[in-house]
């Protein structure tokens, strides 16, 4: 899919995305959701399915926590990017740590929680025009169109792919 340069095509990839990963995600026997069958986002590493569901919804909450800093008067260049205490070169520790975050939770939970946040990113996007999304610099070069699509669409993908691979082991 090439990446989006409007708010349509965001949306459009978006939920061509998410629609596509839901598909594959209802083909995952409940039995083997928290088997470490994947491989992980460190090198070397395994994941579940359920830690694969967790990464998504941290990166998505995370996409919507950065919007409601702002939203609360915060300037962009004095949020933490990507999380407070990581950095854009560590993200395998802050896959780590969103595993853990919700490691409580049922695939079901996640699942839901996952659709709640991608709503909630498409009311976000949905509030913006053109310019807003793809017309300036948002995060040092990146329109804020991009981050959103960085953290949406790109890992819904990169998920059904690795969700594919996996079932034709089966």
């Known amino acids: 899919m090439a990446i989006p340069n409007s708010k349509q ?8 995305t998410y629609a596509k990963l839901m598909q ?8 083997l959701a928290r088997d470490p069958v994947l491989e992980g986002q460190v090198q070397g590493t395994r994941m579940s399915v ?12 995370l996409v919507l926590h ?10 962009i260049e004095d949020i933490a990017f990507p999380a407070e ?20 939770l049922s695939m079901d939970d996640l699942l839901q929680r996952l659709e709640q946040a991608k709503d909630r990113l498409l009311a976000l996007i949905d509030a913006h025009d053109d310019a807003q999304l793809y017309g300036q610099p948002w995060y040092t070069h990146y329109t804020m169109g991009r981050m959103i699509q960085f953290n949406t669409s790109s890992p819904y993908a990169n ?6 691979a996996w ?3 089966l």
Do not use: I, S
């Not at 205490?85 to 409580?104: I, M, S, V």
């Open 9 to 16: 095509e965001l949306v459009e990839a978006m939920t061509t």
């Open 24 to 31: 594959e995600l209802a083909c995952v026997p409940p039995a």
């Open 50 to 61: 359920c830690d694969l569901l967790a990464y998504l919804v941290g990166w998505n909450e």
């Open 66 to 75: 950065w919007h409601a800093q702002l939203r609360d008067g915060k300037r």
């Open 85 to 104: 205490g990581f950095t854009w070169n560590a993200l395998g520790k802050l896959a780590q740590r969103f595993y853990a975050d919700y490691a409580e």
């Open 159 to 164: 998920a059904r792919t690795r969700l594919r």
């Open 167 to 169: 079932r034709k082991t």
